[in-house]
């Protein structure tokens, strides 16, 4: 990493830096995240399918945004919340500023799905019909299907004095069916849910797909709703069908437990849980814009939304179930496929392999423990094989003779998850397991209780964590016997325990034994399941003891350092450079403000919210920011710092955020090993060079996507880290 230039500081104490204009707004920031995830779907660089992927996930994620984040803002209204944020915005300021920059989001993202993606998927031999472009033959064998699969799933609810209207439950798909009676002449309405548990779009058979000339047909069918919209004599017998219209609900569904006062946690959240699968109020309904403003008027009163809830789209509803194609046999639409690279220290010597075919341990060559005491071993997700490397060190330890005890956080895993398998496999040999399972992992809840559930019954002892603390720390523990003595083996990370989102996310980690980690990690155990109140760490800065603390010591120490430079006359000043999902944190903002004052060089790599206003002059002039997204999420987390020369690097579990640092159990840890150190350095050299996925957060809010300067190569970081890993040795 090159070193730091010299630069001259200024007298900055009239600024004050709690001022509104220096923040951004945290939701108006995420929603430019997603605009960068939508981005991806528009990019003609983007291979066919996985511009549909991304179409899927920004419709996904703006789900989760309105159940947790828009759903708090909207009880913060009814309960009369005045609080300002960061930037100074009340909790109804915060909601019109969403309406007003998401609506024109929606609208492209549903404009490019219906005008330039199904198009494209149709010339590709994926033909995403609507009901009304089938033939005969067609429409008979969809008639047939309705009729065996999906009209005995189904339930017209029907809405008049007698029959009250019908909860709508969360994310649910309806049809808002009006009917005539032809005795009476009166027009009346119905619901239909489209049901869940049938697939959202229904194929057709071969013998049916459409064919097109020197190409054979990969998928031809139409959506669910529209079958059953075309059926619907078949619900409503004796009834004119006069029209139908699609609408789409969304409900508050945060989870509130007073754990305080909870005697069973798991039994708390099981309840609930029970509470989310209805929901709580609603708040957005998705519709046509086909609908009828009367109609709609009509399901607004009885849902008890605004106008500013609506969101009126062109074309389908609910699009995060076009992930479904995704799994289409036609790679050529598609990322080329990565395998994970085995880390050339974990190579067997024998068979010198170097790609992970989804290997547990093995009994060839020495054991993992006999690797690790040889020196620290980084590892980096989803470059390295998660299946070689964690799943591993934990099988082994299973079944190892000389293992006493395994400790570890678990806060996601997968549902099949073959650590949990090992941690039983572990508990039946006869060593001590304990786990720390978070319950209150946001939509993770039902499947950790059920990991829970099955820990607890072959014998691991199971923790739920403290009471008003997340545990977010990802850690793992393990106790060996070794010619007489006990050695700890440590593993910490910045991503969960999950095989699967370990090849969909950019994680890093670190195996080690040395002593003073394997203490603290003992140390933090105690205080995880125990009563313990340890304050003092020996490497590790833990949330919420030390955490917050040490990082704004670490930032004033660069910035200490710029003013003896700027005294002494050196060549030397500080330099910050720091990649997280999100900084929030107004103390740590602060802190970087302070510092980019002082002459610290900072450059932040933040994929998701930053509400930190870069470039600012007498601010912000030596902060950058950029966002990476591509076909990995980035989720890992690396802090630099210069130090005079005596350069640290950190990494862990937590972002620069008030949650984080103050209402979560973090780990951090200082990376010592000087080759390990360098790694991360180069990995972050890597980013900041990235012109291809790298975004540059403008001071007025903007993101401007990096464009490769004219007859230069195009740099994308995570290809460039797929190819460091290939030609690894």
Wanted: negative net charge; hydrophobic residues 40%.
């Amino acid at each position: 990493m090159p070193k730091p230039k010299k630069t001259p500081t200024k007298n900055y104490a009239e600024i004050n830096l709690s001022d509104p204009q220096y923040y951004f707004n945290r939701e108006q920031s995420w929603l430019e995240f997603n605009n960068r995830v939508l981005h991806e779907a528009l990019d003609p660089r983007t291979p066919l399918l996985e511009r549909l992927k991304f179409l899927a996930i920004f419709s996904s994620n703006l789900d989760e945004y309105f159940m947790v984040r828009v759903g708090a803002l909207k009880q913060q209204v009814e309960a009369k919340v005045r609080k300002l944020t960061a930037d100074g915005r009340t909790p109804q300021e915060q909601l019109d500023a969403i309406n007003k920059r998401l609506l024109p989001m929606v609208t492209q993202q549903h404009a490019y799905f219906d005008q330039t993606l199904r198009p494209k998927l149709a010339a590709s031999g994926i033909c995403i019909l609507d009901y009304i472009d089938l033939n005969q033959e067609q429409r008979n064998y969809l008639h047939r299907y309705f009729k065996e699969q999906v009209f005995p799933v189904l339930t017209p609810l029907a809405v008049d004095p007698s029959h009250p209207f019908p909860y709508l439950s969360n994310l649910s798909l309806n049809l808002a069916v009006v009917v005539r009676d032809p005795d009476t002449q009166e027009e009346l309405f119905a619901r239909v849910k489209v049901p869940q548990v049938l697939p959202r779009f229904v194929p057709l058979p071969g013998e049916l797909q459409w064919q097109q000339k020197g190409m054979s047909p990969v998928w031809t069918g139409v959506p669910l709703e529209q079958a059953i919209a075309h059926n619907l004599e078949a619900l409503f017998p004796g009834m004119d069908i006069q029209e139908y219209y699609p609408f789409r609900i969304t409900r508050n569904a945060d989870l509130t437990v007073e754990e305080d006062e909870a005697e069973d946690l798991l039994l708390a959240i099981e309840q609930e849980l029970r509470k989310r699968r209805f929901g709580g109020s609603a708040v957005r309904m998705e519709i046509q814009a086909t609908m009828p403003p009367a109609l709609r008027d009509m399901l607004l009163e009885e849902l008890e939304l605004g106008l500013q809830d609506v969101y009126t789209v062109e074309g389908l509803l609910g699009l995060k179930d076009l992930m479904s194609f995704i799994g289409l046999p036609v790679p050529e639409l598609k990322d080329p496929p990565w395998n994970p690279v085995v880390p050339p220290r974990l190579r067997s010597p024998e068979s010198g392999r170097i790609i992970d075919e989804s290997i547990g341990h093995s009994d060839e060559g020495e054991d993992i423990f006999t690797v690790i005491r040889r020196g620290d071993l980084m590892l980096h997700h989803p470059y390295h094989s998660f299946a070689a490397t964690v799943q591993r060190f934990i099988a082994e330890a299973a079944h190892d003779r000389s293992v006493l005890a395994i400790k570890m956080t678990l806060y996601r895993t997968s549902g099949d998850s073959p650590i949990v398998n090992s941690l039983i496999e572990a508990a039946q040999n006869g060593k001590q397991v304990a786990v720390l399972v978070e319950l209150k992992a946001r939509f993770d809840e039902e499947n950790n209780i059920i990991w829970a559930r099955k820990l607890e019954q072959a014998g691991v002892h199971v923790v739920y964590g403290l009471v008003g603390l997340k545990t977010h720390t990802k850690i793992l523990l393990v106790v060996r016997r070794e010619e007489g003595c006990i050695r700890r083996y440590v593993h910490i990370g910045t991503g969960n325990y999950n095989p699967k989102t370990a090849g969909l996310y950019t994680d890093l980690g670190v195996l080690s034994c040395r002593e003073d980690l394997g203490k603290d990690l003992t140390d933090l155990f105690n205080y995880l399941t125990g009563y313990s109140r340890q304050v003092a760490y020996r490497k590790l800065l833990v949330a919420p003891v030390n955490m917050r603390d040490r990082f704004l010591a670490l930032i004033r120490r660069e910035a200490e350092f710029c003013r003896l430079t700027n005294e002494g006359g050196s060549a030397q000043c500080g330099r910050i450079v720091a990649k997280m999902n999100a900084l929030v944190d107004p103390q740590i903002i602060a802190a970087l403000y302070e510092a980019s004052q002082a002459g610290v060089k900072i450059d932040l790599i933040v994929r998701g919210i930053c509400c930190l206003r870069p470039g600012v002059e007498g601010v912000s002039d030596n902060i950058k920011v950029i966002s990476i997204v591509g076909r990995f999420l980035e989720h890992s987390r690396i802090f630099y710092f210069f130090n005079g020369g005596e350069e640290e690097v950190y990494i862990g579990s937590a972002d620069w955020m008030q949650r984080n640092l103050s209402r979560r159990v973090e780990a951090i840890m200082r990376v010592e090993d000087p080759t390990i150190a360098k790694e991360l350095q180069e990995i972050l050299g890597v980013m900041l060079a990235d012109n291809r996925q790298a975004w540059d957060l403008q001071s007025g809010g903007n993101y401007t996507q990096r464009r490769p300067p004219a007859n230069c190569a195009e740099l994308s970081s995570q290809q460039i880290l797929m190819d460091m890993a290939l030609n690894s040795h």
